[in-house]
Each structure stands twice: as C-alpha cells, then as structure tokens.
C-alpha cells in the first residue's frame, strides 16, 4: 500500500495523473432509468401535492442524502427572480426538489444556448475520433479541416482565406476565430458564412485554434457540416438516436432559415424548447456518460474530450461549461448553460443532476452562482 501511495504520489508530481482526477472520488451511480413521462416518468420521494411531511423529509435525507428545507431555500432564492420558472432537483435517480412558479411541469421553455450541448453531442455521434462511421465510408475527425467543397460548399469561396484552417475542433470549441456578434434572424447561415453584406463574420477575429470568441455563428457552420455529414438535419438524427431511447417526448428544435435561404434547418445554437423534466433526462444520459438502461448511446470518449477545458478558456470544453464557472463545486461539475438562466448541471461524484428554466429578463448579480450554491449545500451525505 506505501509502495502504491508513493508510485501515485509521484505521478501526480509528475503531471502524469492530473489534480482533478487526484481529488475527485468516483461515484456509485444509481442503477435506474425512469420510463418516458408518458409512462410515468421519473420517480420521485415528493408527495403528488404540497410539501412533504417530517416523515417524507428524513427519507429524503435518508434515500438521497439530501436536506430537503436547505433545498427550498435555492428554491425560495430562484423564486425571487422575475418570470415563470422551474426548478428540478434529482439526486441518486430520485427526485428531491421539484418546484414551478407561474407554470407547471408540462411548460416548455427555450433552453437556449444549453441547445448546444445537444449539438455537441450530435457530433459525437459522427465523429470517426469516437468511434463512429459516415454514410458512403466518408471520415470526418476533429480535425479535419472544412470550409471546403468537401464539407461546407456553401462557405466557397471564402470571405477570409484563415477560415480555410478551421477544423471541427475549433468549432466545438468556439476557437475558430469566428466573432461573437448576434445572428440575424434573416439568412443566418448566409451572414455566419460571412455572405451577406456587411456582415460581421466575414472576416476572423484571430488564428483559428489560438483565440475563444462564444460564437452563435461558429456553431452555424456545425449545423451545416452535420447536415454535409450526416445527410440529414440535426433534430430527426437526435430524435432517432438519442431522445427516443432516453424517452424524451417533450421537445422541439426551433428550424431556421429557408425560403430562398440556405435551410432550413434546426437553429443548433439556441432553440430547444423543452421542459426541466426532459433536460433532466439529457443531463442524466451525461452523468452516465452516455450509457441508458444498459445501452451505449453515445461514446463515452466524446464526453472525456467535451468536459476538457482549454489552455485558451480553462472553463469552457465543447459547448458545455465546466466548473472553474463555479468556483466552491465538487471539480467535476459540468453544465449546459442558456441565456435567462436556463442550465442543465451534472455533477458525477454526488450522482446529481438539476435542471433551472425560466423565461425572466432581469436577475441579480451572482443569481446563478448562489443557486448552485444552495443546492450543493443541501446535500448532505
């Protein structure tokens, strides 16, 4: 046992075992799935109506480890904030906190921006680098360059010849050196690729690869090389992979573009309109790291290579937000993370999962960050 302390010791000095991976314990993850909400959904330690009782919170704390009355109070903080809002809390499979205001659980809201992750996702599931294949034997890895004839046809010729060295990663990872100005709701694929006139995209911002700009358009060209791709749009190849096998019902893809335009296809960047019951469920499929009842669903390697920060944006991987966001949480902790407070957070060493929407415009500073304060403090063991 010294030998082996020491031999860890060591390689951690070394850098060969990384800080986080040294401090981080491994959890026993819930061995449970719950069934479509249409089939009766998640299960749950609430009564079907007001709070629970002492009896039901000492099984809270006893079943899920979770301090019910610290709970309410992230509830309680979230409710102050204008608009209507959900709040899901779910630890070790369980529902503990689960709370709506001016709305219900059925209430679909846009997640915005946390729509991302679920267009990383997809690109974890075409990607040769994870395991996968192309229809007609095609390869498409990471690195692959690809405002080209081969992937992105519609960005030829090109508005800055540096856009001919932005490879996938640079995309997923908002370092292709494409801007941050807001998107148009008028030919936006046409203004990402820089096509339109005046528009801001049409030259870079720096060297692909050295630069992190959080660009709507950059994940544009995603939605168009998964379509060069994939021969589909974003929504059905998710829907068929994905949101049916983890039974998520509830749920859209706002399209964009058409009419003469380049589309229309899923928005990609923004547009998922769903409920914090469904987002539980794409949230819970991470937590597992891709792996539903007993199914892969998505290759466990995509998710070591989304929650790896970057040497440009140490908190930020491919489309998903990681804990330097959130100073005081366990290291692990990832998130989605959308415009109005609309997040998604998991945390694998407390088996934990919870889920904020609300369609409010104006919040106090730090709202987020104490939100996830008070939840974290209402675990308990």
């Known amino acids: 046992m010294r030998t082996w302390s020491l031999l860890f010791t060591v390689c951690v000095g070394l850098g060969l075992i990384g800080p986080v991976a040294a401090q981080q314990p491994t959890a026993k993850l819930a061995d449970y799935f719950p069934p479509p909400e249409s089939k009766g959904g998640w299960r749950t330690l609430l009564p079907k109506s007001g709070p629970p009782d002492a009896k039901q919170k000492d099984e809270i704390r006893t079943v899920a480890g979770v301090?019910?009355?610290?709970?309410?109070?992230?509830?309680?903080?979230?409710?102050?904030?204008?608009?209507?809002?959900?709040?899901?809390?779910?630890r070790k499979g369980q529902i503990v906190g689960e709370w709506y205001k001016d709305c219900d659980k059925d209430k679909t809201f846009n997640i915005y921006s946390s729509s991302k992750a679920y267009t990383s996702l997809l690109y974890g599931l075409?990607?040769?680098?994870?395991?996968?294949?192309l229809p007609g034997g095609k390869k498409?890895?990471?690195?692959?360059?690809?405002?080209?004839?081969?992937?992105?046809?519609?960005?030829?010729?090109?508005?800055?010849?540096?856009?001919?060295?932005?490879?996938?990663?640079?995309?997923?990872n908002m370092a292709s050196g494409i801007g941050a100005e807001a998107m148009?709701?008028?030919?936006?694929?046409?203004?990402?690729?820089?096509?339109?006139?005046?528009?801001?995209?049409?030259?870079?911002?720096?060297?692909?690869?050295?630069?992190?700009?959080?660009?709507?358009?950059?994940?544009?060209?995603l939605v168009l090389v998964f379509q060069r791709a994939a021969?589909?749009?974003?929504?059905?190849?998710?829907?068929?992979?994905?949101?049916?096998?983890?039974?998520?019902?509830?749920i859209t893809w706002t399209p964009l573009g058409g009419n003469g335009k380049i589309g229309p296809y899923s928005q990609g960047y923004s547009g998922i309109m769903t409920t914090p019951?469904?987002?539980?469920?794409?949230?819970?499929?991470?937590?597992?790291k891709g792996t539903w009842a007993g199914k892969r669903l998505v290759p466990e390697k995509y998710y070591d290579f989304a929650w790896e920060g970057q040497k440009i944006k140490p908190d930020y991987g491919a489309q998903w937000w990681l804990q330097p966001?959130?100073?005081?949480?366990?290291?692990?902790?990832?998130?989605?993370?959308?415009?109005?407070?609309?997040?998604?957070?998991?945390?694998?060493?407390?088996?934990?999962?919870?889920?904020?929407?609300?369609?409010?415009?104006?919040?106090?500073k730090e709202f987020e960050q104490e939100l996830v304060r008070k939840v974290l403090a209402a675990v308990v063991k």
């Not at 075409?126 to 294949?133: E, H, M, P, V």
């Not at 890895?141 to 800055?160: F, H, M």
């Not at 148009?184 to 690729?193: G, H, V």
């Not at 998130?335 to 998604?344: D, P, S």
């Open 67 to 90: 301090d019910y009355d610290k709970l309410l109070a992230a509830w309680e903080h979230n409710a102050a904030a204008e608009g209507a809002t959900g709040l899901l809390v779910i």
């Open 126 to 133: 075409i990607l040769a680098d994870f395991g996968n294949t």
């Open 140 to 172: 498409l890895t990471l690195d692959t360059k690809v405002c080209n004839a081969d992937w992105l046809p519609e960005s030829l010729p090109l508005s800055d010849p540096k856009k001919a060295d932005i490879t996938v990663r640079h995309l997923l």
């Open 184 to 221: 148009p709701m008028e030919a936006p694929f046409e203004t990402a690729l820089g096509k339109t006139e005046n528009s801001p995209f049409a030259k870079l911002k720096g060297e692909p690869g050295t630069v992190y700009n959080y660009s709507n358009a950059g994940v544009a060209h």
């Open 231 to 250: 021969g589909m749009d974003l929504f059905p190849f998710l829907k068929e992979k994905v949101l049916v096998p983890v039974g998520m019902e509830n």
């Open 277 to 288: 019951r469904e987002h539980a469920r794409f949230c819970y499929l991470a937590l597992h």
């Open 325 to 364: 966001r959130h100073k005081d949480a366990p290291k692990d902790l990832v998130q989605t993370a959308g415009a109005r407070n609309n997040h998604g957070y998991v945390i694998p060493s407390l088996d934990l999962v919870f889920v904020r929407v609300g369609d409010g415009n104006k919040y106090p």
